[in-house]
């Protein structure tokens, strides 16, 4: 039976109990069961590039609308701060304000605990899991949350202390009883879908007559039946996707599919007292960070073209570097690669790699890979989480949202097709001897036809660096090279230019197999110089 652990890292729980005000002060606790699917449902489409609900997923919601989750709360209290909201309105020579309650609950470090009883099949489970990852929030946006399904030695039986009720059971004294919003089981839902159309898809016929129905006649007739039924979504899926604006639009008090439903919760479950800091809580470590691009309008053709990775990298990285120094001076060597003195850092190109990717192989970057070997500190994950957007060139800014974080095998771990992708740049388990170039390799030094500076020994030297072997040999590609002309190649933030302004395609062998990512040369930790294993 699936169980998610969440924790609140802002110690803080904002959100309000279906049908009452947000002034009212009410917070619904222990979150609805209808609030959490609709959350995995946005994640789902916000981090796993979902461009509509998978087949897995489908079976994966309905499996969970089907039964009512058990909780187990941990300790919390309810606070609220009060302010007064201008709205817009001068009277006297005054803007006039409105008193605006903003309550949550407390629960400090606490650890939350939803547990569905029904079971899931390895690939549901695996699926629930990555999307549990990557949620950022529940309940309103400043609803920071940590989510993770529970797995392992973790699985042990615990307590539950809020519970769906039970007809003619009571749980005793010191239970009381809400009301929680959840999803009618699909199957349920359909029914009542179809019970309901019926009726009325009746009295929509075609004219009677021994004429066959025009075209005309048939269009009109199916855009009547389409338009008489569109105030009931054919599935619970599409209830829960529906927004409040549609809902309210076609005269639903409570969105379709929902039902209310009856839980008992502890009596001290959600106390009135003076709210308590959580402890601070340290990042995991990890040295991976994957996340997504993407637009305002969902349009992946506005998306910027593979050969702006430079541009890209270097603009994320301002963003990151700016939200590290809080207005101050920065002090991150995982993200600036320079010591507390501003001296580059001799540590083997360990530090942060900012790597924009076109995972979905249709010319365009949507994700950008950010990895450090040395490791991301608490400062760096931070800075990372917050920067939500980014800029581009001519278009509209780019929206950023965390996919996946750990080691590099998170990216094996992508759905797909873009695990394929993620698999060439990484390489096989085993390591791969041949590498072609994805982004072009340019020179960190001039080139000369004789020494150490040759090509080859341009690309010995990089690898040496990076403490990797050489390579048996190194062949420019022409073709490759000239499908790579349009790159750009020169940093234009904080960095110097190429001393030779050529970027080339190139084909590398090495004696002994490696793992990637590989990235090599002049500009390798904004992108350039990125190679993938070639299986064949």
């Not at 489908?58 to 201008?86: C, D, W």
């Not at 320079?338 to 076109?358: E, K």
Request: include cysteine; aromatic fraction near 8%.
């Amino acid at each position: 039976m699936p169980t998610l652990k969440l924790r609140f890292p802002g110690g803080r729980y904002h959100a309000t109990p279906w049908g009452h005000h947000v002034n009212e002060g009410l917070i619904e606790w222990p979150p609805s069961p209808w609030r959490l699917l609709r959350a995995l449902i946005a994640c789902g489409f916000s981090s796993q590039g979902w461009a509509q609900i998978p087949p897995v997923a489908e079976q994966l919601i309905n499996k969970l609308s089907g039964v009512l989750p058990s909780y187990q709360l941990p300790k919390a209290s309810a606070a609220h701060t009060r302010h007064f909201m201008p709205v817009g309105v001068l009277a006297k020579g005054r803007e006039q304000t409105t008193l605006v309650f903003d309550t949550w609950a407390n629960v400090g470090d606490g650890e939350l605990r939803v547990n569905w009883p029904c079971e899931l099949s390895d690939e549901e489970a695996a699926l629930l899991g990555q999307v549990a990852d990557a949620l950022g929030y529940l309940g309103r946006s400043e609803s920071w949350v940590e989510a993770a399904l529970v797995v392992g030695a973790e699985q042990e039986p615990v307590a539950f202390n809020a519970f769906p009720h039970l007809e003619g059971a009571h749980p005793g004294r010191e239970y009381e009883q809400i009301s929680l919003m959840a999803a009618l089981p699909a199957l349920e839902y359909r029914k009542w879908q179809q019970e309901t159309t019926a009726p009325i898809l009746e009295v929509i016929k075609l004219p009677d007559g021994p004429r066959k129905p025009t075209a005309k006649q048939l269009q009109k007739f199916e855009s009547q039946r389409a338009q008489a039924i569109s105030p009931y979504p054919p599935d619970l899926l599409s209830c829960l996707t529906k927004d409040t604006a549609w809902w309210k639009q076609h005269g639903w008090s409570q969105p379709p599919g929902s039902r209310r439903v009856l839980y008992w919760r502890r009596n001290d479950s959600l106390e009135v007292g003076v709210p308590q800091r959580p402890r601070p809580q340290r990042p995991k470590p990890l040295t991976t960070i994957l996340l997504s691009l993407t637009t305002p309008s969902g349009s992946r053709s506005a998306l910027p073209p593979c050969a702006r990775t430079v541009p890209q990298a270097e603009l994320f990285h301002r963003v990151v570097v700016a939200k590290a120094a809080k207005g101050g001076r920065v002090f991150c060597p995982e993200l600036t690669g320079t010591d507390q003195h501003n001296r580059p850092l001799q540590d083997h190109h360990s530090h942060a790699h900012m790597i924009p990717v076109d995972l979905d192989s249709d010319g365009r970057l949507d994700h950008l890979v950010i990895h450090a070997s040395m490791g991301l500190g608490d400062t760096a994950q931070r800075a990372i989480r917050e920067s939500r957007e980014t800029w581009r060139k001519n278009g509209p800014d780019l929206q950023v949202a965390i996919v996946g974080h750990g080691d590099l095998e998170i990216l094996r771990q992508l759905p797909a097709p873009l695990e394929r992708s993620a698999e060439k740049i990484l390489g096989p388990i085993g390591g791969s001897k041949v590498w072609i170039s994805i982004t072009p390799f340019v020179p960190p030094r001039f080139l000369k036809s004789r020494g150490k500076n040759t090509l080859v020994g341009q690309i010995n030297a990089e690898l040496a660096s990076r403490r990797l072997p050489e390579v048996e040999s190194a062949a420019v590609d022409p073709e490759l090279t000239r499908k790579l002309r349009h790159f750009v190649r020169r940093r234009n933030h904080g960095g110097k230019a190429p001393p030779v302004d050529a970027g080339y395609g190139l084909r590398l062998i090495f004696r002994e197999p490696i793992n990637g990512p590989l990235v090599i040369g002049y500009a390798s930790h904004f992108g350039l110089g990125l190679f993938y294993a070639d299986s064949d």
